[in-house]
């Protein structure tokens, strides 16, 4: 049977791996889940949202542990929630997302 991991490592890259795919006016977030050993976590579920902008938005993983939401409406307040069967859900501090 498969362990829960005990921590996340999220490598988190602010607004600068998506800006080429945003939109005039917004912003972009983008990073790697990795796993304890430093592997990127393939089918793993994101969540982005804002309370103050009634957003929430859900973007996964690539085979390496990419993800990527471009066309944020930037502002302060966002929030990401990391989800994978079989570890430990992850949730950031507050950040903004600057216009890109």
């Keep these: 049977m498969h ?3 005990t921590k996340w490592l ?3 890259l602010c607004s600068g791996i998506a800006l080429a795919q945003s939109t ?3 912003g972009a977030i983008g990073g790697t889940v990795r796993d304890n050993n430093g592997e990127g976590l393939p089918d793993t579920d994101v969540m ?3 309370q103050s902008l009634s957003l929430q938005r859900s973007a996964g993983t690539s085979d ?5 939401a471009p066309g944020l ?11 994978r069967k079989g570890f430990q859900e992850w949730d950031s501090a507050e950040f903004t997302v600057p216009v890109g």
């Design 48 to 50: 982005i949202s804002n």
């Design 24 to 26: 005039a006016g917004s």
């Design 64 to 68: 390496s542990g990419v993800f990527q």
């Design 3 to 5: 362990k829960t991991a």
């Design 10 to 12: 999220l490598v988190f």
């Design 73 to 83: 409406v930037a502002g302060s307040g966002y929030k990401l929630k990391i989800a």
